[in-house]
């Protein structure tokens, strides 16, 4: 070490160079605005295409859009969903789901069940919120999914306009056949 470095060390030492320099960083982000969140007291917006928690929808007068297909279930690629299904007594030839269960441990929040849904009786939401001690209670049954997706109902409804999956009912009809409308009809490319 030559006599130039040890002086420039001495002096460093006697001013508190290092300290000075840290403290210069600290004042300066003094004035910075924060970008940190406290949560859970502040949350971030979420966007509407975002993929939270899953749920399953009703029509507006209450009855259950899911018709028992397994389309959801075959497309799923963690193979997290189970859906049972028997043909509605009170419609011949209509199905209903009796059970339906989503593994959400499983779930990669890819969205190809909700794609693969042809009357968009599937949805996600915003709902991130479901961490817990006991992992069970992370199969989601069909009465816990209804119960999502009434509670989140306006972010389901906006999750899947936001992936084009439900749009007025003008965009819709050209997008998406209405069921039980008859699918032997030309649909619009
Ligand atoms: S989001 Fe993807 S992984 Fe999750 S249930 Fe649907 S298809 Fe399966
Ligand atoms: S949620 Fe949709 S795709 Fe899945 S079983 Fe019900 S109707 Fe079929």
Not at 18 to 31: D, L, N, P, S, Y
Not at 49 to 67: K, M, P, S
Not at 164 to 179: I, L, P, W
Request: glycine share 4%; charged share 30%; with cysteine.
């Amino acid at each position: 070490m030559d006599s130039r470095q040890s002086s420039k060390r001495f002096f460093d030492a006697v001013l508190f160079r290092e300290i000075w320099t840290a403290m210069k960083v600290t004042f300066k982000h003094m004035f910075h605005r924060p970008i940190t969140f406290q949560y859970p007291r502040e949350k971030r917006t979420i966007p509407d295409a975002h993929r939270g928690a899953l749920g399953l929808l009703r029509y507006d007068n209450g009855v259950e859009r899911c018709v028992g297909c397994d389309l959801c279930e075959a497309a799923c690629p963690s193979r997290c969903i189970k859906v049972i299904s028997e043909e509605d007594k009170s419609m011949p030839l209509q199905r209903k789901a009796t059970e339906f269960y989503i593994d959400i441990t499983k779930c990669v929040f890819c969205g190809y069940c909700v794609e693969a849904c042809p009357v968009n009786a599937l949805a996600m939401t915003k709902m991130y919120e479901f961490s817990t001690h006991d992992k069970r209670t992370l199969l989601f049954d069909k009465k816990r999914l209804y119960e999502i997706g009434e509670l989140h109902i306006e972010d389901a409804k906006k999750y899947l306009y936001a992936h084009n999956q439900e749009k007025n009912d003008e965009e819709s009809r050209a997008y998406r056949y209405h069921f039980p409308q008859p699918v032997g009809k030309e649909t619009d490319s």
